[in-house]
């Protein structure tokens, strides 16, 4: 039968002796390490190193927009900075971020395994996403590249002689590393399921990452193949995408969107696990609809791979095919909407509590809920024509994606932290963070809705004076959330040495996870559990600790 580790006195409280921190000593221990959790820990420190480096060419795009002339950065310098900028963000933080941190650290617990499917695979994932990362760097380094995020050919092929062959090889090999991964959940959550541990009986974050995974593996290679038919276009002058030689251009458009539509939810997928999580836990209620949740996370990966065209609409489509994709656009609404009302009424009349975690879990619900309704609006084709390339794109695909996604990592850091670390984070500081943090995106974003309905184009570094102040606005924004991301950074640093002993459960949450130690040992069970009971029972959570208490009584 499952058991209940009780919690300790945390007057008396110190983190256990051995744990998977202090397993094995010294930097090759960390280099070729098997372990899960170990290598969560690594990829942490480094998408936090690449989200940074993103940060800062962002602030040089918001420091550029502050007069309508362009005289900070030249407009090829400029177009480097916000492509440089798309690519970090995009491919070495916002795809990895929870499901190589998070889901890595947490999937085999929560399902009662002792590590992944495939150790060294995982190991070897995390090697190719520094290779992709060097990659980077190495383009970034040499003069950048100045394509935009989307690689449009023939810009990419013909017109640009930067580095886009190097940049290019970067996300190649990068997605190896999400394929890996990918690969490695799918197989672990099928094969390693605990005794008792049914599919309606996994936490709804196992879910999330279940369908992401499935987007990794059909979704990724399609991007690959795009990347590997640019680079032989630029080189031997392969005519694939252009039109003298028998190509298509639109192919291009068509094989990108292919894989970055579903990226879109490779990233909001897992964050959305996060965010069921802490509603339940937080809100003392199993989430409403489980059911109903999970299978949304499925229809969503399902969907995803149906309405890439609506990126398109005034690139050259037939109006029936634009006809089709935009009402499977307002389809693939419906699982993310059955997500939000879920949690909406998991929160009715729930015993609610405002920890830090929490607090980045609203903020998640305000913020995605806005970006998903603004993207229905560019689903719809007229509104389409006229906002696309504007900055309302922008503004739609931050709130989505950083609003979204970022609000969510964030929560889950938060959540799981003391479970990572054995200590807590200072929570009036925690506190402020989350709040500065919404109030610093909201500044920021919300202006650029604006902008783009008036008409300012995107990817533009001088602009007409009548714009100039909705980007004094956004660029102040901007500076607040800096502040909301770096509070983070300072005290969950500072909370590794100082940071009060959390203990096994210090939010009294449900799952496997808060039945062990924290830190987890390296093996993280003794004994493969037996799972006896439904995801966020909370009162089989206060029959097992009151059984407990009465043993030791």
Excluded: C
Excluded at 92 to 108: D, E, R, Y
Excluded at 230 to 245: M, N, Y
């Amino acid at each position: 039968m499952s058991t209940i580790v009780s919690l300790p006195d945390q007057s008396t409280a110190a983190l256990p002796k051995r744990n998977y921190l202090n397993a094995e000593h010294g930097l090759l221990s960390w280099l070729l390490t098997g372990d899960h959790k170990r290598i969560a820990m690594l990829y942490l420190i480094s998408i936090t190193g690449f989200f940074f480096l993103g940060g800062a060419f962002a602030g040089l795009v918001r420091l550029e927009l502050l007069t309508p002339a362009g005289d900070l950065l030249a407009a090829d310098t400029y177009n480097k900075m916000f492509t440089m900028h798309g690519i970090v963000m995009i491919f070495l933080f916002l795809v990895p971020s929870v499901p190589a941190t998070l889901g890595n650290f947490l999937i085999p617990i929560m399902i009662g395994a002792r590590d992944l499917a495939f150790p060294k695979i995982n190991l070897l994932s995390w090697y190719l996403y520094l290779i992709g990362g060097t990659f980077t760097l190495t383009a970034l380094v040499l003069g950048g590249v100045d394509t935009g995020w989307t690689f449009t050919t023939p810009l990419s092929t013909h017109y640009l002689n930067t580095h886009v062959i190097t940049t290019g090889l970067a996300i190649f090999v990068a997605g190896f590393s999400s394929i890996f991964t990918g690969l490695n959940f799918i197989v672990t959550i099928h094969r390693m399921r605990a005794p008792g541990m049914t599919w309606f009986r996994m936490p709804l974050f196992v879910w999330s990452n279940y369908a992401a995974s499935i987007l990794m593996v059909l979704g990724t290679p399609v991007l690959a193949i795009a990347i590997v038919l640019v680079v032989l276009e630029r080189t031997i002058g392969l005519g694939v995408f252009d039109p003298a030689k028998g190509g298509d251009p639109l192919l291009f458009q068509h094989l990108f969107w292919f894989y970055s539509h579903p990226a879109v939810y490779i990233m909001i997928l897992p964050g959305m696990g996060v965010i069921s999580e802490v509603m339940a836990n937080f809100s003392r209620k199993r989430v409403f609809g489980y059911t109903a949740v999970a299978f949304s996370s499925v229809a969503i990966a399902v969907f995803g791979f149906f309405v890439w065209a609506h990126h398109m609409f005034i690139m050259g489509v037939s109006n029936y095919s634009a006809l089709v994709f935009s009402l499977l656009t307002m389809l693939v609404a419906v699982p993310s909407a059955i997500k939000i009302f879920n949690w909406s009424a998991t929160l009715y009349k729930g015993s609610i509590t405002f920890e830090t975690p929490m607090l980045y879990a609203f903020g998640f619900i305000g913020l995605f809920t806005i970006g998903g309704l603004t993207g229905v609006f560019l689903g719809s084709l007229g509104m389409d024509i006229h906002l696309t390339e504007t900055y309302f794109i922008v503004a739609h695909f931050h709130f989505v994606m950083v609003g979204g996604m970022l609000m969510a990592f964030l929560a889950g850091i938060h959540f799981w932290w003391p479970k990572m670390t054995g200590r807590m984070y200072p929570e009036s500081l925690s506190k402020l963070a989350a709040v500065t943090t919404f109030i610093g995106f909201i500044l920021t974003f919300f202006p650029q809705f604006i902008l783009g309905y008036l008409g300012m184009p995107r990817r533009y570094h001088a602009y007409p004076a009548d714009y100039q102040v909705l980007n004094v606005l956004s660029t102040a924004g901007a500076t607040v959330l800096g502040v909301g991301y770096l509070l983070p950074i300072l005290y969950l640093a500072w909370s590794l040495k100082y940071g009060e002993i959390a203990g096994p459960n210090p939010w009294q949450a449900t799952g496997l996870e808060w039945q062990l130690q924290s830190p987890p040992l390296t093996e993280n069970f003794t004994e493969i559990p037996y799972v006896d009971y439904e995801a966020y029972d909370f009162e089989w959570l206060a029959h097992k600790q009151k059984q407990e208490v009465t043993t030791v009584g």
